[in-house]
């Protein structure tokens, strides 16, 4: 009776252990996933973000203008610009769309202009298309591509002309900030600059945050002031996550993962 | 009557009753243990598929950068390799991976300039996981940029010294109206050298102005704005290399202008006049009744060019390897800018120039 005693206890001992040792396992496990995924997802969109993107640059708040779809000026039909717009079989979201960019053709300079999808809408289809085949377009496999666009409200300066990139972007911002749904908790909320942010991730600690590397720069800083927006070239993502209290009891210290990851803007190299 | 046992006797002195037997040696010890090592055992199994999740999706983390590359590779190789008509669509294998580049003209700019969407999808397959592999799309616009050849003089030399006796540097256009769009383009110089020339009579020049000096050779090469050292390098593709390789004009299309190659000095007999452009790395000697329609870049021109009747009509550079001696261009040669000839040729050396600030990943 003894030796079983023992021997249940041992083994149980071991269970309890185990237990204890893959419940780390799964917690760490999503730290890392929360990480890994949040720092892919940043670099992911503001790796394409042009020159003049960038609208804050913070070490808790970073909002930028991500090109959404990028396209060209086809032609000119008085104040109306006909645009193909490389969808390659997508449609557009109209939800996601801020406003327009239009690139200088003389200086490569991005100029950016708030207007809803549905104000800068005019029509798609035959009409411009057919002014984009006469400016020399192939529409083979981008038949639904051609829209045209009205200025309504905005008056882009300089005009738009015939042969300006054109693109539809989204002011995205990120930051970390209070969770609303973990007590005591940091996490990082994404959404439209100006709107109403989403939490995106929680388990955030008070050391994830944004740096930036200006142009000239070899090291980073954590905040970029408004007349040095245009010069950054990079951005560093930091994310380090935490375990919660009540997910470690019994006063065992927090579990943290770190992921850290350095996006080169592309279009400012 | 049944005999009871005795104080001395044994259990063995029973009858054998298996069932009471087992009822009396019975316990949970192993069994609980059993189940036990059992949870154990699927605890384990649920931590090693937990901790081989996170691996596999670090993993396809590591392929997705990858792929990224692999495309983004894949565009840059695109533009670095193409030379005249964008190709529609070329495969490439980079990294162990695959980037499937394809352009698409979006726009006729100023004529024959064009505007191309290159787009690149990057492909990288695991052998482990070859049903799943890792996709990246990157685009970028680019231009179809030409060198203006239809905006140099008719004859460009960086000589220190020429002398000029009864030849013609004619700049006006000599392409008719409707030969080519246009046509007549504005006059160009006629001649351009560095400095010093004299003419010592019958030289007949027309342009704007007919005779043009630029001051020194490093100035008139940057007005050229011509890779030199690339289209020497036999790295770079052209249709016709050397002269064993010398196409039938009478053959090819009347409207094909193909790129020869001359890789040493040349002699341009008039079995050899021809049309496109023709690049001679070393010396180029003229000879009477050549007649050659299109470009002409030579990398040195002899010091005598005498009593040769040769006639180039378009664009005939020389000196392109810097700053040359005293050339003397003596009784005979024409050489006259025309615009058509001259775009028709440039084709050929037309480049993509990818636009700055429009790279963009899809999703």
């Known amino acids: ?200 991730a929680t388990g955030m600690s008070n050391d994830a945050h944004f740096e930036y590397r200006l142009d000239g720069q070899s090291t980073f800083s954590s905040s970029v002031s408004a007349a040095n927006l245009g010069e950054v070239m990079e951005v560093r993502v930091v994310i380090t996550t935490s375990s919660q209290a009540e997910q470690r009891p019994g006063g065992e210290p927090p579990l943290e993962f770190g992921w850290t990851v350095d996006v080169p803007l592309r279009n400012s190299h | 009557m049944n005999p009871m046992p005795t104080s001395s006797s044994t259990l063995q002195d029973q009858p054998s009753r298996p069932g009471r037997r087992l009822a009396r040696d019975g316990g949970f010890a192993v069994g609980l243990v059993l189940l036990l090592l059992f949870a154990i055992a699927v605890a384990g199994a649920a931590g090693y598929q937990a901790v081989l999740t996170e691996a596999r999706l670090a993993l396809q983390s590591q392929e997705g950068s990858q792929a990224l590359a692999i495309a983004q590779a894949g565009l840059y190789r695109y533009f670095g390799e193409q030379g005249g008509a964008p190709v529609a669509a070329d495969t490439f294998s980079i990294a162990g991976g695959e980037a499937i580049v394809t352009a698409r003209k979006v726009q006729t700019l100023t004529y024959p300039e064009e505007m191309y969407l290159v787009t690149s999808t990057g492909t990288f397959i695991d052998p482990r996981f070859s049903v799943s592999p890792a996709q990246r799309t990157v685009r970028q616009y680019a231009r179809r940029t030409r060198i203006s050849f239809e905006k140099m003089a008719g004859m460009i030399t960086t000589s220190s010294a020429v002398n000029l006796y009864n030849v013609r540097f004619h700049g006006q256009d000599q392409a008719k109206a409707g030969a080519c769009a246009g046509a007549p383009a504005a006059s160009r110089n006629g001649l351009g050298l560095l400095n010093t020339y004299t003419e010592y009579g019958g030289v007949n020049t027309n342009g704007s102005p007919g005779i043009q000096q630029y001051g020194t050779a490093q100035v008139l090469l940057d007005s050229i704005n011509l890779r030199w050292d690339v289209l020497q390098d036999t790295n770079f593709p052209v249709d016709f290399e050397g002269l064993s390789e010398w196409p039938n004009f009478a053959s090819l299309p009347a409207d094909s202008f193909p790129t020869i190659r001359i890789n040493g000095n040349f002699n341009a007999f008039s079995t050899y006049s021809g049309r496109g452009v023709l690049i001679v790395t070393e010396y180029i000697y003229l000879q009477t009744g050549f007649d050659w329609e299109g470009i002409i870049l030579a990398g040195k021109l002899p010091e005598f060019v005498v009593g040769v009747d040769f006639r180039i009509q378009g664009n005939f550079i020389t000196g392109l390897d810097g700053g040359q001696g005293t050339v003397w261009l003596w009784d005979g040669g024409h050489t006259d800018f025309h615009s058509c000839f001259s775009i028709d040729a440039s084709n050929s050396l037309t480049y993509l120039a990818p636009l700055d600030n429009t790279w963009w990943e899809s999703f």
């Open chain 1, 1 to 200: 009776m003894t030796l079983t005693a023992i021997l249940i206890a041992l083994v149980t001992s071991v269970f309890l252990a185990q237990n204890q040792f893959y419940y780390d396992v799964a917690l760490r496990s999503e730290l890392q996933e929360n990480a890994r995924s949040v720092a892919e997802l940043i670099g992911a969109e503001i790796r394409a973000v042009a020159d003049s993107g960038m609208v804050v640059a913070d070490s808790n708040q970073l909002v930028f203008m991500t090109p959404v779809y990028m396209g060209m000026v086809c032609s000119m039909q008085a104040v109306d610009r006909d645009v193909h717009i490389a969808l390659e079989g997508a449609t557009i979201d109209g939800d996601e769309i801020s406003g327009f960019g239009l690139r200088d053709t003389t200086t490569g300079v991005w100029a950016y202009y708030e207007q809803t999808w549905i104000a800068m809408y005019k029509e798609s289809g035959v009409k411009p298309r057919d002014k984009c085949v006469t400016a020399g377009a192939d529409t083979v496999g981008a038949y639904d591509d051609y829209y045209r666009l009205q200025p309504g409200t905005v008056t882009p300066s300089p005009a738009p002309v015939a042969g300006m990139a054109h693109m539809l972007y989204r002011e995205l911002e990120y930051s970390f900030a209070a969770s609303t749904l973990v007590t005591n908790g940091r996490a990082l909320y994404r959404g439209t600059y100006g709107d109403t942010l989403v939490e995106l």
